[in-house]
């Protein structure tokens, strides 16, 4: 029994064949296209992604003096780079803060915009924040928050050996911006002209009504101290 000759299939060429393919599917191919030209073109006129910080904002209308609880505080996604310089990031730091001045919704809430320590922060309870108006503003022009100071008063009329000291080694607690040279302080702020020799001094209870009572009578000034030895510094000293 004789074999069958063998059918050869004949091979086309790899060009063709795509051909082939393409013309029995161009209406897909056509679609594919269009889909992806439209999406770069999307891509392309979008806006760009950038990164975004979570800022703390007012929820609500704010009055100066409300203390902050986390029902009035929001979150608000600012591009990174444009939040504002002191902005909050975390809404438990300003828990329990004093609004120093109001806010409107949606303003973000920064450092500035709250209550800062008070003068007395850290002071013994048996001391009182006096005000002094020193005659010659110039005196303050070394003297910087956190300084010990003796006041010393001279009344009207008197001779310049009557001078009085009023407090010893007293530590400073803010000096006028406008004083030459002052750094503020604690209040560092723009200088006005009823601050120019002002100075804030902490001392005892039973020193405080005399010290405030030099305002208006005589002439007041302040020396600069060194600051006073602690109990514990002098033990430890050799």
């Known amino acids: 029994m004789s074999r069958r000759p063998r059918t050869v299939r004949r091979r086309y060429p790899l060009s063709l064949h795509l051909r082939s393919v393409l013309s029995r599917r161009r209406r897909l191919v056509a679609v594919l296209l269009l889909g992806l030209a439209a999406g770069l073109l999307v891509l392309r006129l979008g806006p ?27 979150l608000a996604p600012y591009p990174h780079g444009l939040a504002p310089e002191g902005a909050v990031t975390d809404p438990e730091e300003l828990s329990g803060r004093v609004l120093a ?12 915009s709250l209550v800062g320590p008070g003068l007395l922060t850290g002071q013994s309870p048996d001391v009182t924040a006096v005000t002094l108006r020193i005659d010659d503003p110039g005196v303050l022009r070394h003297v910087r928050a956190g300084d010990h ?65 030099t305002g208006g009578t005589g002439r007041t000034t302040v020396v600069l101290v060194p600051a006073p030895v602690s109990p514990s510094a002098e033990d430890a000293a050799p």
């Open 48 to 74: 760009p992604q950038t990164r975004t910080v979570a800022v703390v904002t007012a929820a609500e209308a704010l009055p100066a003096g409300t203390v902050v609880s986390p029902e009035h505080l929001a």
């Open 101 to 112: 001045g109001a806010a409107s919704p949606g303003q973000p809430l920064t450092e500035s």
């Open 149 to 213: 100071v003796d006041v010393v008063h001279l009344p009207d009329g008197a001779a310049p050996d009557g001078r009085s000291v009023l407090g010893r080694g007293l530590p400073v607690l803010w000096v006028s911006a406008a004083a030459p040279g002052g750094d503020g302080g604690l209040l560092t702020g723009p200088a006005a002209g009823e601050e120019e020799g002002l100075l804030v001094v902490a001392a005892p209870h039973e020193a405080a009504a005399p010290l405030a009572g």
